[in-house]
């Protein structure tokens, strides 16, 4: 345990950035672009967060729109459903950072032509090896809007996610919603469907990408990798309207990251409104991910949740 402080360094990789830290866990965030949080782990642990060191434009065909959109890495405030160009809108404008009680606000410039402005806020207690992640977007221009909020956290290669099925009884009514891309294929060796849980392997052997939507009713998912675990907990609602076929939790992996998405219901907004969407991020010290087998899964999962 220790207190709790914000303070500007400057990385190798990505310039100018604010380290948080507890003396418990750690993050560091950008201030030259973003705002995109770079790196988490625990103190003097590895990062837990893939970084794209070349910095290269996502695609060179995308629409430039005051700049070409680059992965960077990390986590990032996009909004959904996933359209061009709205969703690529670059993040390489710096940003404006400021001290808050027991954390710091990061707040990207309004972005032209779509009218909106992207603010992370992260926190902190002194004794817990977690951070509560804010995610705000404002309605700057002069016209209602309307998308979810999604926050993707795009994690380091090598590791295992945990996702928990939905558990509400419905009788002879569907419980879950999934659904897939038309890239994803149903029996690839990366995924494992249960009865209680998916599972989803990061495999850097493996070039095709996979992703998968859920409607995410437990509100939380698990990353082992680096003898850590990075848990993503929110909050869903039972009546909201999701993107995607209604799921409020999405994941996509490749040959050299993760990512770990969650959504906002669907708000619409008018000129001036915003609206928030939170997470909590725990990372503990973990032994290797379970296994697919469920008994296991539960066996591990109660020592975190």
């Known amino acids: ?86 969703c690529y809108y670059p993040d390489n ?61 795009v994690l380091d290669g090598g590791g295992k996610e945990v996702i928990p099925m939905p558990k509400r009884e419905a009788g002879l009514l569907s419980n879950r919603n999934i659904s897939l891309w038309d890239y994803s294929e149903m029996n690839d060796p990366r995924v494992y469907w249960g009865k209680n849980y998916i599972t989803l392997k990061q495999d850097k052997s493996k070039k095709n990408p996979f992703k998968l939507g859920i409607n995410n009713e437990e509100g939380w998912a698990a990353y082992f990798n680096k003898g850590q675990v990075f848990i993503k907990s929110f909050e869903p609602s039972p009546e909201g309207f999701y993107p995607d076929n209604n799921c409020c939790f999405e994941t996509y992996t490749n040959n050299v990251m993760l990512e770990c998405e969650s959504l906002s219901e669907f708000v619409l907004l008018e000129p001036g409104e915003e609206a928030c969407h939170g997470e909590t991020w725990e990372i503990c010290e973990a032994d290797a991910a379970p296994s697919d087998n469920e008994k296991e899964i539960d066996k591990v999962m109660k020592k975190y949740l």
């Open 93 to 153: 404008k710096p940003v404006v950072y400021k001290k808050i009680q027991n954390g710091a606000s990061f707040a990207a410039p309004v972005e032209d032509k779509n009218f909106i402005q992207k603010t992370i806020r992260i926190t902190m207690t002194e004794e817990a090896p977690e951070f509560y992640v804010e995610h705000e977007v404002k309605n700057c221009g002069m016209w209602d809007v309307e998308f979810a909020i999604w926050c993707l956290t």
């Open 1 to 86: 345990m220790g207190k709790i402080t914000a303070s500007k360094v400057v990385d190798g990789n990505f310039g100018n950035c604010v380290r948080l830290t507890n003396g418990i866990v750690e993050a560091l965030v950008t201030l030259d672009f973003g705002p995109r949080v770079i790196s988490v782990s625990r103190k003097g642990m590895e990062n837990m967060m893939y970084q794209d060191i070349e910095k290269k434009p996502l695609d060179p065909k995308l629409e430039e729109y005051d700049g070409q959109f680059t992965l960077y890495g990390g986590h990032r405030i996009w909004i959904s459903p996933e359209v061009l160009p709205r």
